[in-house]
């Protein structure tokens, strides 16, 4: 392995070259930046950095760290919930209002919560509608299919003001075979949807396999999953994310089938709308801090609560969020801070995107300057740790939790950003991009570069 003192600064360690060259990786596809995380002196490698090139992922780490500074390791969403009516007898006469602010983990435990406790308040009939409120997001119609014609994986879920579950549903599968079929269990209870609950085991050739394939599913009718082929019998219980068609409709189903789980009645519909003036307040349910949140976006690099942050800075900028706004706040916030560092093309602020661009300089300073900031501990403890957990568990490197890096990977885009922990004490900043179609095989030069700056 090269010493430092042997490598000049636009000339990658020849390790890394290597690992480059097998990948068919040209060398002008790439760009690194290791330097001290002081930035206060010469970077030890600085190789096209002042490159715009797709950083996929790792632009979570933009969007986090101005959401840390711009609202606080403390800041939370809330969830409101009101009605145009009384309660009397176990029932609500009128109508149930539900009012979202952006909160990116209404998960399905949560809103079991929610609901338990205006059941505990003596709802347990809802004579009248439960109406949905959405607003405080304005968003442009979004496909979900738009990104890479997969709408049904959930990293495609688009963001809502009114997010539930990340609009995604998990079905498990549980072979019976004395019954010859598998059973399926739905996650979170969805009403008016045709699910089917049971599938029949069918042997296959290769054992377990390919299990989603030979279940021949169609998730592509609103309302309804059909599978057209069978389980495999030598498969043990599966589990498999999908984020069903029709996404619009997927908060009205999620919130009517876990109340009538729960016992509760509703004699209306669920539906969109706003809350009225003089609506009386409920109760208030307050999501986990930014904190837990930007925890969750990077060290495993969740698009959809990603985006949510984002509208949530357009939000907090122009009172509702919008893309545009959130654009903005990252911009203004990125010039008082990167002073004088090309900004960011940060599209949707989750790098789920063809359009985002950042230079691995820019990004290499705003990690330096994340260093003396006063949520450094928030932001670094955010990302996946080398060999240990989140998207570096399986990590090749040998700097086993030497090293806090978000990593990004795109057809045609692969990147890691963060800290890595050198021999000599030191902390070094770490920026590699690679943008070619063959991106996704830098993965072994990265994890190549990760062990030259731990070795440093």
């Known amino acids: 392995m090269q010493p430092a003192s042997t490598i000049a600064t636009g000339r990658l360690p020849a390790e890394v070259e290597a690992a480059l060259q097998r990948g ?5 596809a790439v760009s690194v930046v290791v330097m001290d995380a002081s930035g206060t002196q010469r970077p030890l490698l600085d190789v096209r950095s002042d490159v715009q090139r797709n950083p996929a992922s790792v632009m979570k ?3 986090t760290f101005a959401a840390l500074e711009l609202l606080g390791p403390a800041y939370t969403w809330d969830t409101s919930v009101s009605t145009d009516g009384s309660i009397a007898k176990g029932a609500l006469n009128g109508n149930l209002y539900i009012q979202g602010s952006g909160d990116p983990k209404l998960v399905m435990e949560r809103l079991w919560l929610m609901q338990r406790r205006l059941q505990d308040r003596g709802v347990k009939v809802i004579v009248g509608d439960v109406v949905l409120d959405r607003s405080a997001f304005q968003l442009p ?44 269990a739905y996650e979170p209870a969805i009403a008016n949807m045709n699910l089917p609950a049971t599938v029949p085991l069918v042997n296959t050739k290769g054992g377990c396999g390919n299990w989603r394939a030979a279940l021949k599913a169609n998730f592509a009718v609103a309302g309804q999953i059909q599978f057209a082929g069978g389980y495999p019998a030598a498969c043990e219980e599966n589990s498999w994310s999908i984020a069903p068609a029709a996404p619009e409709s997927f908060a009205p189903r999620v919130f009517e089938g876990m109340w009538r789980e729960a016992g509760g009645k509703i004699t ?56 545009e706004g959130g654009r903005q706040a990252v911009a203004q916030w990125w010039s008082e801070r990167m ?55 399986k990590s090749k490197s040998s700097a086993v939790g030497g090293a806090h890096l978000k990593t990004g990977t795109l057809r045609d885009a692969s990147a890691i950003a963060g800290y890595v922990n050198g021999a000599n004490g030191r902390r070094w900043v770490v920026v590699a991009l690679a943008n070619s179609d063959n991106a996704p095989a830098a993965r072994p030069a990265w994890d190549a570069l990760i062990d030259w700056v731990a070795a440093q």
């Open 61 to 63: 780490l933009v969007t």
């Open 339 to 393: 002073g004088g560092m090309s900004q960011p093309t940060v599209d949707n602020g989750a790098g789920l995107s063809r359009d985002a661009r950042v230079t691995a300089g820019g990004l290499a300073k705003m990690l330096s300057v994340a260093w003396t900031s006063n949520v450094m501990p928030e932001l670094m403890a955010s990302m996946p740790i080398v060999g240990v957990d989140g998207t570096m568990k």
């Open 24 to 28: 068919k990786l040209a060398p002008d």
């Open 268 to 323: 209306g519909q669920v539906r969109f709308g706003t809350v009225p003036q003089g609506a009386t307040p409920l109760m208030r349910f307050d999501s986990p801090s930014l904190t837990e949140v930007v925890r969750d976006i990077n060290k495993y690099s969740n698009n959809v609560m990603a985006q949510q942050v984002f509208l949530t800075l357009g939000k907090q900028r122009a009172g509702v969020g919008t893309f």
């Open 141 to 184: 119609p979004i496909d979900p299919a738009y990104f890479d014609n997969e709408p049904f994986r959930p990293y495609n879920a688009v963001p809502d003001a009114l997010l539930v579950n990340y609009k995604s549903m998990t079905m498990s599968f549980m072979p019976d075979a004395a019954a010859g079929v598998a059973r399926i």
